[in-house]
């Protein structure tokens, strides 16, 4: 070995002209761990080598990413130092050839390398992933620059316009009914519908106050200066008018006054039917039936039968429960298509929110995408199984985020619940199209 050694010695020196006085022994390549000669020698940043079964025998042990000499952390994954390797089989062949045999025999290192080797692949997939997403990011830099600045200053924007408008979607729905003038009388037969308008003039010209309104009986409602003929219309007139009295106040018709109302749960509907719609949509059923799920049921999963006008006008002010048909076919759309319902529940309500349900129907489209995008990401990855534990580690966090809300809910300036509000209702579907964009385009970068 050492003739070899020497030999390699003379024809370095012939070749390059530098004399070597010494030989080389193996001592000199040697493993810090075995204290053997170096069989793949594997480099750590902190710059001692070792051989690479001995780093996987180490970490497989320790499963600590040091180097097993100083203790220092490597970054990435090790690889081997192919010119130190090349070195090391040219001058000691007959030493590696041996140290290789005796290694193939071992089956506890056989495993440690797989392991250590498997350790590996996860980490560079890790790595490729977050470099694909940092060029993403940096593909879109503008772009999210851009959004992010627009989106800080419209939201600033719409909480002090909708703010300062806030007074006047409270008027009626915090206001007693025995208070309201004629003008506000009038402001509420026009929200029972668009029927309703055609007896704004008879109401004014009657001067019809708060006071007066509730002394109202069916019969004087077909009498001038009312001469309300239609039976249907006269109906809902005094079935809403049963309910401002038994309330004392105008209850909420539309999204502002149904936030005025109930600032809070609006809020927490708001962020649990976007992040967690099945849970939301049991909590209504559960916890808030005839407020909240009824409506909702009757909106989304209408009956598909005929119809007469009377029905059509009163069917939102004397809700029944919903038939069998209405519930298969919300069943149907509760699991597999659940934003599709609050789709449908804002199409429903096009003629009074214009821009804001246009805005839900985008963002329930684009969460149905993202959900879309993470039950392929398990189908892909083989981990369907996983399903179980990821809803319920899911419903902890839900239920734990709304404990945590209702806790500080009473000190929480309504200043922030506005962004908060607004921000969810606008903002949100701006935000998804990017997550969209960055799913389709790491989903092509999988493909290729």
Same mark, same amino acid.
Request: aromatic residues 14%; contains cysteine; charged residues 25%.
């Given at each position: 070995?050492?003739?070899?050694?020497?030999?390699?010695?003379?024809?370095?020196?012939?070749?390059?002209?530098?004399?070597?006085?010494?030989? #080389?022994?193996?001592?000199?390549?040697?493993?810090n761990?075995?204290?053997?000669?170096?069989?793949?020698?594997?480099?750590?940043?902190?710059?001692?080598?070792? !051989?690479?079964h001995?780093?996987?025998l180490?970490?497989?042990?320790?499963?600590?990413?040091? !180097?097993?000499?100083?203790?220092?952390?490597?970054?990435?994954?090790?690889?081997?130092?192919?010119?130190?390797?090349?070195?090391?089989?040219?001058?000691?062949?007959?030493? #590696?050839?041996?140290? +290789?045999?005796?290694?193939?025999?071992?089956?506890?290192?056989?495993?440690?390398?797989?392991?250590?080797?498997?350790?590996?692949?996860?980490?560079n997939?890790?790595?490729?992933?977050?470099?694909?997403?940092?060029?993403?990011?940096?593909?879109?830099?503008?772009?999210?620059?851009?959004?992010?600045?627009?989106?800080?200053?419209a939201?600033?924007?719409?909480?002090?316009?909708?703010?300062?408008?806030?007074?006047?979607?409270?008027?009626?729905?915090?206001?007693?009914?025995?208070?309201?003038?004629?003008?506000?009388?009038?402001?509420?037969?026009?929200?029972?519908?668009?029927?309703?308008?055609?007896?704004?003039?008879?109401?004014?010209?009657?001067?019809?106050?708060?006071?007066?309104?509730?002394?109202?009986?069916?019969?004087?409602?077909?009498?001038?200066?009312?001469?309300?003929?239609?039976?249907?219309?006269?109906?809902?007139?005094?079935?809403?008018?049963?309910?401002?009295?038994t309330?004392?106040?105008?209850?909420?018709?539309?999204?502002?006054?149904?936030?005025?109302?109930?600032?809070?749960?609006?809020?927490?509907?708001? +962020?649990?039917?976007?992040?967690?719609?099945?849970?939301?949509?049991?909590?209504?059923?559960?916890?808030? +039936?005839?407020?909240?799920?009824?409506?909702?049921?009757?909106?989304?999963?209408?009956?598909?039968?005929?119809?007469?006008?009377?029905?059509?006008?009163?069917?939102? #002010?004397?809700?029944?429960?919903?038939?069998?048909?209405?519930?298969?076919?919300?069943?149907?759309?509760?699991?597999?298509?659940?934003?599709?319902?609050?789709?449908?529940?804002?199409?429903?309500?096009?003629?009074?929110?214009?821009?804001?349900?246009?805005?839900? #129907?985008?963002?329930?489209?684009?969460?149905?995408?993202?959900?879309?995008?993470?039950?392929?990401?398990?189908?892909?990855?083989?981990?369907?199984?996983?399903?179980?534990?990821?809803?319920?580690?899911?419903?902890?966090?839900?239920?734990?985020?709304?404990l945590?809300?209702?806790?500080?809910?009473?000190?929480?300036?309504?200043?922030? !619940?506005?962004?908060?509000? +607004?921000?969810?209702?606008?903002?949100?579907?701006?935000?998804?199209?990017?997550?969209?964009?960055?799913?389709?385009?790491?989903l092509?970068?999988?493909?290729?």
């Amino acid at each position: 070995m050492e003739e070899d050694v020497k030999l390699g010695s003379d024809n370095c020196e012939r070749s390059s002209g530098v004399k070597l006085d010494r030989n #080389i022994s193996v001592s000199e390549f040697s493993c810090n761990c075995c204290y053997d000669i170096l069989v793949n020698p594997t480099t750590l940043n902190c710059g001692h080598s070792f !051989c690479r079964h001995c780093l996987a025998l180490w970490w497989v042990s320790s499963k600590k990413t040091e !180097c097993p000499e100083c203790r220092d952390k490597w970054e990435g994954f090790p690889k081997v130092n192919i010119l130190l390797r090349d070195v090391i089989e040219k001058l000691f062949p007959d030493a #590696i050839k041996e140290k +290789y045999e005796d290694l193939e025999q071992n089956t506890e290192i056989s495993r440690a390398l797989q392991a250590f080797n498997k350790y590996g692949n996860e980490q560079n997939q890790s790595s490729s992933r977050e470099g694909r997403a940092n060029h993403q990011r940096g593909g879109g830099g503008f772009f999210s620059g851009v959004l992010t600045a627009l989106t800080g200053v419209a939201v600033v924007l719409l909480v002090y316009h909708w703010s300062s408008r806030e007074s006047e979607h409270d008027l009626l729905v915090h206001k007693p009914v025995s208070k309201w003038t004629p003008e506000e009388v009038v402001l509420w037969l026009e929200q029972l519908g668009p029927w309703a308008s055609h007896y704004k003039d008879r109401f004014l010209s009657g001067r019809v106050n708060g006071r007066l309104l509730l002394t109202l009986a069916e019969d004087e409602f077909s009498k001038e200066p009312y001469s309300i003929e239609n039976t249907s219309h006269r109906k809902a007139i005094i079935m809403e008018l049963e309910r401002v009295k038994t309330l004392g106040v105008k209850p909420p018709q539309n999204l502002w006054e149904y936030r005025a109302v109930n600032p809070g749960k609006s809020l927490f509907l708001l +962020y649990a039917l976007k992040s967690s719609p099945r849970l939301s949509m049991l909590y209504m059923y559960l916890f808030d +039936y005839t407020e909240t799920f009824l409506p909702f049921i009757h909106t989304t999963c209408p009956l598909q039968e005929e119809e007469d006008e009377e029905d059509i006008i009163t069917k939102y #002010i004397d809700l029944q429960d919903p038939t069998w048909i209405q519930w298969r076919e919300f069943l149907v759309k509760y699991v597999f298509l659940p934003y599709q319902l609050l789709a449908e529940f804002a199409w429903d309500w096009l003629e009074i929110h214009y821009w804001t349900s246009r805005f839900i #129907i985008v963002n329930a489209m684009l969460l149905s995408v993202l959900e879309l995008f993470s039950f392929w990401r398990l189908w892909s990855t083989s981990q369907l199984r996983s399903i179980p534990r990821l809803m319920w580690g899911h419903f902890w966090k839900i239920s734990t985020q709304g404990l945590l809300v209702a806790i500080f809910w009473p000190v929480i300036p309504q200043f922030v !619940c506005n962004c908060l509000f +607004y921000w969810a209702l606008y903002f949100n579907p701006i935000i998804n199209i990017d997550l969209v964009v960055k799913k389709i385009r790491r989903l092509e970068t999988q493909v290729m």
